[in-house]
């Protein structure tokens, strides 16, 4: 067993395997975790052949459903003895409305939900490494974002830039929050932009919607260079022990006022809990 492990959500393209392939160059071992069973073998067995000496594991789950990321929290758990990082990236956007099989929207259900329920599944495994991180992949789009609690799935008037928006504001929201909650654990949590990548989370949108994203896909940044931040922060000294921040670029810049908001930050806490059916952790 190497000496640090870390599992990396939405492992199978993007900036998720490269994120994955960055870990296992520095030596980690890698748990992977996609959709696709076999696009989460393939990617699993590149990263062993293209990193000498890498252990890279696959498991399989579709995030935006609680019951499978429960299911995939007990797999992790009898393969790993303990969890020296988790990075939340698995996420999409969505050209029209959609519920998942828990009744929540799934813009909402898989960006920002599965990281808050996928990290409290995990704690007793960061909590066995600690110091360990939790490294929270979301958006310069959070500036944009509002939390709509009268229609949070915008169901009456839905927008994927709206409700995208507003899962990436959730996942900064959550990351304060829960680094509050983890103080003096030896565990942090930070979220972070990636920039604006050439991934494929779009890639499965019709119509004008996934047009445009196909135009302006060749001109955008690698998912190498969207990678880079969550390395950082997931393996850096130079942030060993920072907790709570927002950042861009590898460095730690201020999120929006909407993300600074404590009373914001602890009511979205509280109703994504109750839509988990969980109990909060104690502070």
Known sequence: ??????????????????????????GFRVGLVGRDPERTRA??????????????????????????????????????????????????????????ADGIERTWALD???????????????RAAAP?????????????????????GHAANYSPIAVY??????????????ARRLAGTGITSNALHPGVIASGFASGNGGWFGLGWRVIRP????????????IHLATSPTVEG????????????????RGRDVDLQERVWAMSLEQLGRQDIAR
């Open 219 to 230: 001109f955008l940044a690698k998912p190498d260079d969207g990678a880079a931040t969550s």
């Open 132 to 152: 360990a991180r939790i490294v929270n992949v979301a958006s310069a789009a959070h500036r944009r974002g509002r939390i709509a609690f009268d229609d949070l």
């Open 242 to 257: 920072v907790t709570g921040r927002y950042f861009d670029a590898r460095r730690p810049v201020e999120p929006s006022a």
């Open 43 to 100: 990617t699993a067995a590149r990263i062993r052949a293209t990193v000498p000496g890498a252990q890279a594991d696959g498991f399989v789950a579709d995030l935006s459903v609680q019951a499978e990321i429960r299911r995939l929290a007990a797999e992790i758990r009898e393969r790993y003895p303990r969890l020296d990082v988790l990075v939340n990236n698995a996420g999409a956007i969505f050209d029209r409305y959609g519920a998942t």
């Open 1 to 26: 067993m190497p000496d640090r492990i870390a599992l990396v959500t939405g492992a199978t393209s993007g900036i998720g395997t490269e994120t994955a392939l960055g870990l296992a160059r520095a």
């Open 112 to 126: 920002h939900l599965a990281y808050m329920h996928l990290s409290l599944e995990l704690l007793d495994l960061l």
């Open 165 to 178: 928006s507003q899962a990436k504001l959730g996942n900064v929201l959550f990351s304060a929050a829960l």
